[in-house]
């Protein structure tokens, strides 16, 4: 796979400052990342508590890509307030719908022009969500298991990120590929590769000195 695809960073408030964020969101902004990640847990569909659409409406005024995880149970009840919080992007989880044609449209009845996307954890078999890649604007691969950030990589992403590449391309399709958990300049070499298109890096990105330089990093410069 070609190496030169323009990659997008979103770096994940999770691994964030929660006493700094407006420090934090024009880091991310000075730092030259267009997007900015949300991990929305609700500690039943992975064993965490984030935060919810109140803390996303007070951070949407920094001119970043709004790129929100739902990583809850039932994401339809709650979908409405992220978006009206200024979500430019919503991914629910695979494994969180008994109806996912019909969730993605509920969802983009919701606002005119939402973007959708759909994740899907590690021990799901990638060829349950091929059917909805054409549905939706993203496809989020987790590289790591839902919950915290700081998790360690896992080498199974950068196999279904190629599938997926495969499967996308051989249909001309513009959906694009996300992989969040674990990224960093290492492991985001693999991915560049196997032709992944969003980056979400936590504490890589946070923990940098330079930000802008790590930012290069991932995307391959």
Not at 43 to 59: D, R, W
Not at 62 to 68: Q, T
């Amino acid at each position: 796979m070609s190496t030169k695809r323009k990659i997008i960073v979103s770096p994940s408030l999770l691994s964030s400052d929660f006493n700094y964020l407006d420090k934090e969101m024009k880091s991310i902004r000075e730092s030259k990342a267009t997007w900015v990640h949300y991990d929305v847990i609700d500690g039943h569909f992975a064993p965490n508590i984030t935060f919810g659409a109140p803390v996303v409406k007070c951070l949407t005024s920094y001119g970043l890509f709004n790129d929100v995880h739902l990583m809850i149970e039932n994401p339809i009840k709650y979908a409405k307030s992220f978006i009206d919080a200024g979500a430019d992007l919503l991914t629910f989880h695979y494994e969180a719908s008994r109806d996912v044609i019909g969730d993605i449209e509920k969802i983009r009845k919701m606002k005119k022009g939402i973007k959708v996307g759909l994740s899907i954890k590690l021990n799901t078999p990638l060829n349950e969500v091929l059917p909805y890649v054409n549905y939706v604007d993203l496809i989020l691969v987790m590289s790591v298991e839902p919950g915290f950030s700081g998790q360690k990589f896992d080498e199974r992403a950068v196999k279904r990120v190629s599938q997926l590449r495969e499967y996308i391309d051989s249909y001309s399709l513009n959906t694009l590929i996300e992989v969040d958990g674990g990224v960093n300049d290492v492991t985001s070499i693999p991915l560049r590769e196997a032709g992944v298109d969003v980056l979400v890096t936590g504490n890589y990105f946070f923990k940098s000195i330079d930000r802008a330089k790590a930012v290069r990093k991932l995307m391959g410069e």
